[in-house]
């Protein structure tokens, strides 16, 4: 299959594509209708290496905004998702699962509270403006949904922190973990947050003003140079061993959050409404019928995965690997999926089947890698 895309206006550029044309990209994705690179000149391994010893800048602009501003922001908010939201705080973000009725996962955001009555979603892959437009109208609710012109700038890596404090100063270091403060870029008051899909430590400049791109690119990119900095994007290896989940991939409308290890983000007491309650605490009730686990698997590399592998125990099919790759640090490969009711336990011996034909002997395993 051919690996490349048609570009036209219906698949938007971003602030930052024309730098990353220029610092090599050799490939890209398509999230939220917008350009998100997958590739540079390194190979994904060399990439790797490079994000957990130095740092990295990440055009991540598909993390659209999906803007919540008005009088019953709240409580639109809280009717989304089944986190409950009652004790978040101005500058806190929060991993947020939004479910439909039948407790289906809509999508995975991140949730930005700027204000009591204004809020981000930053979104994974799927038309959530579109779904909170509707709640709002069917429920009669006093609030202003947007897609401001906001587009997300990761800097990943250990030496993510050393890299902006050289640049915005100390008050960097205060950040703390999901959270968000303000910095001043050319005469404007910009959001960063210490989070990003990685697990090696990093924030994210939810950039204001897509004419200010080029801009930040450049003076991330020359500060950058003393830090070993280079152009990069999620990691598929780096993503897998560190346990994140991809929306689209491991999880669609097909899956509740409890299958996917989210419980820890679900209110099941009733105490909170939300679209999709009945229905998840039913599954509560009951448990789920499958879940999500790692699988390590014997090399040499497996090859990509874009349609699920059979995952079988004593010829038996127990389950499906939807992300996999060779783990150079584990010298083996991991993979990770959804595995059926009965079989969950750590350790078990497990068979992997590849496109090919080819059958790997495997384990489960916990989420993180070790």
Partial sequence: MADGLNMSRRIRRTPYTDRVETAGVKGFSVVNHMLLPKAYSRSVEEDYWHLREHVQVWDVSCQRQVQI??????????????????????GECLYVPLTDVRAGLINDPVLLKLSEDKYWLSIADSDVLLWAEGLALGKGLNVQLSEPDVSPLAIQGPKADELLVSIFGESIYEIGFFKFAWVSFKGTRQLIARSGYSRQGGFEIYLEGGHLGGDLWDMIWEAGQEYNISPGCPNLIERIEGGLLSYGNEMTRANNPLELGLGKYCSLDGTVEYIGREALENIAKKGPDRKIYGVLFDAPSCPTCSKPWQVKNEGMVVGQITSGIYSPRLKKNVGVGLIDKGYWTVGLEVSVTLPDGQIRGGQLSNLPFA
Avoid: F
């Fill in 69 to 90: 501003q008005g009088e019953d922001a709240s409580e639109l908010v809280q009717l989304m998702t089944p986190r409950n939201l009652t004790d978040m705080s101005v």
